[in-house]
């Protein structure tokens, strides 16, 4: 995964992102967006963008954040609450629609 969505989103669902992505590759869950590793194509367009800078490089994730990689890759790679399936990579986030759900984890998240 390259880009990597953090903290800064959850509850703030400005989605300036979603609309800036070629790829489609941003989720809409219920708390925060989620960049799908397996469609993003890496061109940063979305990072820019995000008015609270949520958007970063994997790399360049800071340590107190480091779950959100993990995070973002879950929602892809595990069933979600009330879902039987994986999400996976279903070709673009505008077909899919606002999924209303988020990580057990991004559901009982509280800032520090």
Do not use: K
Not at 47 to 57: D, F, G, H, L, R
Not at 99 to 105: M, R, S
């Amino acid at each position: 995964m390259t880009f990597v969505i953090g903290a800064a989103c959850v509850d703030v669902m400005d989605r300036a992102c979603v609309d800036e992505c070629p790829a489609d590759c941003i989720y809409v869950g219920e708390r925060m967006a989620y960049i799908n590793p397996a469609e993003c194509i890496d061109c940063s367009a979305c990072e820019p963008v995000c008015p609270v800078e949520a958007i970063t490089t994997e790399e360049d994730v800071a340590p107190e954040e480091a779950v959100f990689v993990t995070e973002n890759a879950r929602f892809f790679t595990e069933a979600l609450p009330g879902r039987t399936e994986p999400l996976g990579a279903p070709g673009g986030a505008a077909a899919v629609g606002p999924l209303g759900v988020d990580t057990p984890f991004i559901q009982n998240y509280t800032a520090p």
